[in-house]
């Protein structure tokens, strides 16, 4: 099984300022023939179910506000919040779909500072 | 507008069996492929089963092969989980997500999901 593995764990960041979340797949999510990252990114907020930010690593899903972006290629992603909002505050995970199982990171959770 | 919604979760003792349903409206159910995913206590996500559109590709987790069934009736819109043998570690919210990728023979990136139904394994 792809082991995906978040950092930081937690971050406290200031209204406004920038957060950036790393992640890693112990081997490569990148389906060569077609050029694409098999990587999701998911907002959970407290007592909800998981939404979905970012697929294909860096494809924002429709209606996901555009300072959420998604970055890297291969085996190294990050999600970054541009500009941090009070909505923000939730754990955040990394998914890949390149191969069965899919496999999520232990998440990384987002507060105020 | 895309609804998922689960039911069916209680209090079972260890050894004993649930099934889960999830009410699917407001799209195509029999175009697309379905998942079970489900989260312990305070815990992360963990994908337990995925079922092709037609209901022919079916997997499961290392964790539940051999003790959980996935099925679909797509005239009823439904998907379910039949859990048997359950154990303390299977005390989770399990959610029903749709799979993002259509026409696929895999588990993908989840794009709708439901609010859940908790399941919890205790004598």
């Known amino acids: 099984d792809i082991v995906m593995t978040q950092s930081p764990d937690s971050l406290a960041v200031s209204l406004g300022e920038r957060a950036t979340i790393n992640c890693k797949s112990s081997?490569?999510?990148?389906?060569?023939?077609?050029?694409?990252?098999?990587l999701a990114w998911y907002r959970q907020k407290s007592g909800q179910p998981p939404k979905l930010l970012i697929y294909?690593?860096?494809t924002r899903e429709s209606g996901v506000p555009d300072r959420f972006s998604g970055s890297g290629s291969g085996t190294d992603f990050t999600l970054t919040i541009s500009s941090v909002q009070a909505e923000d505050v939730a754990v955040y995970y990394c998914?890949?779909?390149?191969?069965?199982?899919?496999?999520f990171g232990q998440g990384t959770k987002v507060e105020i500072k | 507008e895309v609804q998922l919604v689960e039911s069916g979760g209680d209090l079972v003792q260890p050894g004993g069996s649930l099934k889960l349903s999830c009410a699917a409206s407001g799209f195509s159910f029999s175009s697309y492929e379905m998942n079970w995913v489900r989260q312990a206590p305070g815990k992360g996500l963990e994908w337990v089963s995925y079922i092709a559109s037609s209901g022919s590709g079916i997997y499961y987790a290392d964790s539940v092969k051999g003790r959980f069934t996935i099925s679909r009736d797509s005239a009823k819109n439904s998907l379910y989980l039949q859990m048997n043998s359950l154990r303390a570690e299977d005390t989770a919210i399990y959610y029903c997500a749709r799979n993002l990728i259509t026409g696929g023979t895999y588990p993908a990136a989840f794009d709708y999901w439901g609010q859940g139904t908790l399941v919890t394994v205790s004598s």
């Open positions: 081997q490569t999510v990148l389906y060569s023939s077609s050029n694409k990252n098999y």
């Open positions: 294909w690593a860096s």
């Open positions: 998914q890949q779909y390149y191969s069965s199982p899919p496999t």
